[in-house]
């Protein structure tokens, strides 16, 4: 099921066999060097799927993988996730390197946002950042985020990126 859509981009529900392809993703340890959770084996996908599927289901939003409309290969993730520490809800992004520098992460990322505040109707949402990941850096100032303070989360200093409503 289609929850955005942009113009390049399907921000969907996860669907039975999407494991594989988030394997490719998910298993790459260029992609997931600033990821807490660092490289995932399958079982460890499967799990991560079905608990996103869940939070889903019981929040009416999640982490959401992220398709390519003209291929529809599955390209990432982004999505909102509440923060067990604080119930503050975290906007991320995670994509294949295949599709780094193409602005997706930009333009998923915007969707999720207005999502965030004109359906769930929150008043904030946070990114979390290592202080390394200057492309995702660079995405949060793109999404007019402002850096507000580093913070211990996923046993890690991450730095802390904010957008309230106006």
Partial sequence: ?????????????????????????YGDAQVMRF????????????????????????????LWPVTCKTTGRLIGECGLHVLPETGEVEIGWLYERASW????????????????????RLARVVALIDSRNLASISVAHRLAMRYERDGRYYDR??????????
Wanted: no cysteine.
């Fill in 157 to 166: 200093d991450l730095g802390v990126y904010a957008k309230e409503i106006a």
């Fill in 101 to 120: 520098g193409r602005g997706y992460a930009t333009e998923a990322a915007r969707a999720v946002l207005a999502f965030a505040f004109d359906v769930v």
């Fill in 35 to 62: 990821i807490p959770v660092g490289v995932m084996t399958r079982p460890q996908i499967v799990a991560m799927i079905a608990r996103m599927s869940d939070e889903h289901e019981r929040r009416g939003f999640g």
């Fill in 1 to 25: 099921m289609t929850i955005l859509e942009t113009d390049r981009l399907l921000v969907r529900t996860w669907m039975p066999g999407d494991a594989e392809a988030a394997t490719r993703i």
